[in-house]
């Protein structure tokens, strides 16, 4: 649930005032808010019906009802997890890295592969760009493409990646990895980077994300949520398996000839 609370919170600059409060009440209150409807959340918050619905929708909903729905599949997934025994608490993860790795297999389009590693060969520069949990496959890909003989790089700071963003041509390439695809920074460079027709892929973890509309080829792992508390323990391998793929396939096609 963590990470669907962080997708909403990531959308509070598009929000009034009065919309904030709503948002804040949903963030801070997820199993209250599943319990009530809009007349009586809007009642509790001395808001109009209105302005939870348009809340909502700015959210990325189709309204109150939509949110509900997801928010309530959240909750209920939390509460499942507690309850696991702890005897069966690695069995869950082993689990759920097979349940990712299997899906994330499935998923892979070759032609798409084909198509990311023939961009490789194409550009003169390759910037990876990830954030947080996602930069280190980016550095892992970067030390790859580098050892082979591109010019390539991964780089944590965000401020330098904004630079870079405002400074790569249509001769470049961008690879952006995000599990979510709705990190702000992410869509913030993807902006600057179609603004400078600099040719873009994105690798995400999430189904119908943002960030996959913003560039000119999308890939798609798949990744489960795992908390630990507050602790973010969800799997970037899949990611990682995505960018292996590409790589190998520009080394073996393209570099090659």
């Given at each position: 649930?963590?990470?669907f ?24 209150h ?6 009530l409807n ?5 009642k ?33 997934q939390?509460?499942?997890?507690m ?19 299997e899906?994330t ?23 990876f760009?990830?954030v947080?949990?996602?930069l ?30 405002n400074?790569?041509?249509k ?16 869509l ?9 027709n ?9 189904q ?10 999308s ?5 489960t ?5 507050d ?5 970037r ?12 396939t520009y ?6 000839k």
């Amino acid at each position: 649930m963590q990470v669907f609370l962080k997708r909403l919170s990531q959308q509070r600059e598009r929000l009034s005032q009065l919309e904030m409060e709503v948002l804040e009440y949903i963030l801070h209150h997820p199993d209250k808010v599943v319990r009530l409807n809009v007349d009586e959340l809007a009642k509790k918050l001395f808001v109009s019906t209105a302005t939870i619905s348009r809340t909502c929708q700015q959210l990325g909903f189709r309204g109150f009802q939509d949110m509900k729905y997801s928010l309530s599949k959240e909750v209920f997934q939390e509460k499942q997890n507690m309850e696991s025994s702890n005897s069966d608490v690695l069995s869950n993860h082993i689990n759920r890295v097979q349940l990712e790795m299997e899906s994330t297999l499935k998923s892979i389009a070759e032609g798409k592969i084909i198509s990311a590693a023939k961009y490789i060969h194409e550009s003169n520069y390759v910037e990876f760009f990830g954030v947080g949990n996602s930069l280190p496959p980016c550095v892992d890909a970067a030390r790859k493409l580098m050892f082979s003989g591109k010019v390539t790089s991964a780089r944590e700071d965000w401020d330098e990646l904004r630079s870079v963003a405002n400074s790569l041509s249509k001769d470049d390439l961008a690879i952006l990895v995000s599990y979510s695809g709705e990190t702000i920074y992410m869509l913030e460079y993807a902006a600057l980077l179609k603004k400078r027709n600099v040719k873009t892929i994105a690798i995400t973890g999430q189904q119908n994300n943002r960030l996959q509309q913003e560039v000119d080829l999308s890939l798609q792992a798949y990744v489960t949520n795992c908390y630990y508390g507050d602790l973010d323990m969800s799997s970037r391998f899949p990611l990682s398996v995505i960018l292996d793929f590409i790589i190998l396939t520009y080394l073996q096609q393209f570099k090659n000839k």
